[in-house]
């Protein structure tokens, strides 16, 4: 694996792509990077055939330089290029990673296959205590959403006043705020405020990749509704699918809490892969969620070819699935 690829994120490389993408008439663009690389005419040809010629063009550059393709260098080569204000987001990217602390999580899951990234909540339950995180019993690590005037115990109230109900014959029916809501997102995506960097990443790539259409509370609610209560109506009717980011930091937050007990029990039946949880950083998977197998991204998240092939593509499968 190259140092760019350990270096450059998605969405800092779909950043530059943006920058970089629109032809200028003053050689600014992915044209004047791959002279300045050194690539000729015939690759400039071929790389402008693609649905991003600057997102090919770092690929095809990492695979000819390999370990001297350094974000360092990518950065010397944008500034020449006279794209400051890139550059400059290149090294914001630069300083982000350097600063970022990746926690130990000890062992990593074994498995003898790599097809098995979505692997089933109860087999990790079952695992060595010494390969998971358990989250901290404090809550001082809480969703910003409560600051919005909700405790634990208010949203526990909420959970039983807006989850669906159960009828005489054992039917799932919707209250009639539900009814009025129409399914207008394809995912409703839920987390914690400290994973928002990979949240973005998963909306972006669910967008851009696919062409879904996904619902963020913070971004998504309109001015005037009831945030509870729109929140509810989204999972249980306005949206086919709910994503959660499950983390130390997801599970210690009521909101999250709240999120992940109302997409349960609008997910009665396993079957129609209604509720999709991934992964993203170790802790204890919930016993509420046990019987439901989830998308684990730390197990391919140091190798960005086999991260694309066993988590990626199977997480977009999952999110595409009809009944």
Not at 129 to 145: F, R
Not at 288 to 304: K, M, T
Request: aromatic share 8%.
């Amino acid at each position: 694996m190259s140092s760019l690829s350990r270096e450059l994120g998605f969405l800092a490389r779909q950043s530059l792509a943006n920058a970089l993408n629109t032809v200028s008439p003053l050689g600014k663009d992915w044209r004047g990077l791959a002279d300045k690389m050194g690539f000729n005419y015939e690759m400039i040809t071929v790389l402008q055939t693609q649905d991003s010629p600057t997102l090919s063009l770092l690929e095809e550059w990492e695979r000819q330089l390999g370990c001297e393709a350094t974000l360092s260098t990518l950065i010397e080569l944008v500034e020449s290029l006279g794209c400051l204000d890139a550059a400059e987001r290149l090294k914001m990217a630069q300083a982000e990673k350097r600063n970022l602390r990746t926690p130990s999580f000890g062992v990593s899951p074994t498995s003898s296959s790599d097809n098995m990234s979505m692997r089933c909540a109860s087999s990790h339950l079952a695992g060595s205590p010494d390969t998971l995180v358990t989250p901290p019993n404090s809550l001082a690590t809480e969703s910003t959403y409560l600051s919005r005037g909700f405790n634990s115990h208010e949203l526990n109230f909420k959970i039983e006043q807006l989850a669906l109900h159960d009828d005489e014959g054992g039917d799932y029916h919707m209250d009639h705020r539900a009814k009025k809501t129409k399914q207008r997102y394809d995912i409703f995506l839920s987390f914690a405020q400290e994973d928002r960097e990979f949240a973005e990443e998963v909306k972006v790539r669910l967008q851009t990749k696919k062409k879904l259409k996904v619902f963020v509370p913070s971004e998504d609610v309109m001015p005037g509704e009831v945030f509870s209560e729109q929140v509810a109506d989204m999972i249980k009717q306005g949206c086919r699918k709910t994503v959660i980011i499950l983390s130390p930091s997801y599970l210690v937050s009521p909101w999250c809490s709240f999120e992940s007990h109302l997409a349960l029990h609008h997910s009665p039946d396993s079957k129609e892969h209604i509720l999709i949880p991934v992964l993203y950083q170790k802790c204890c998977i919930p016993s509420f969620l046990s019987h439901i197998c989830y998308a684990d991204y730390p197990r391919y998240s140091q190798d960005p070819s086999k991260c694309e092939q066993y988590f990626w593509e199977k997480f977009y499968k999952a999110c595409q699935h009809t009944v």
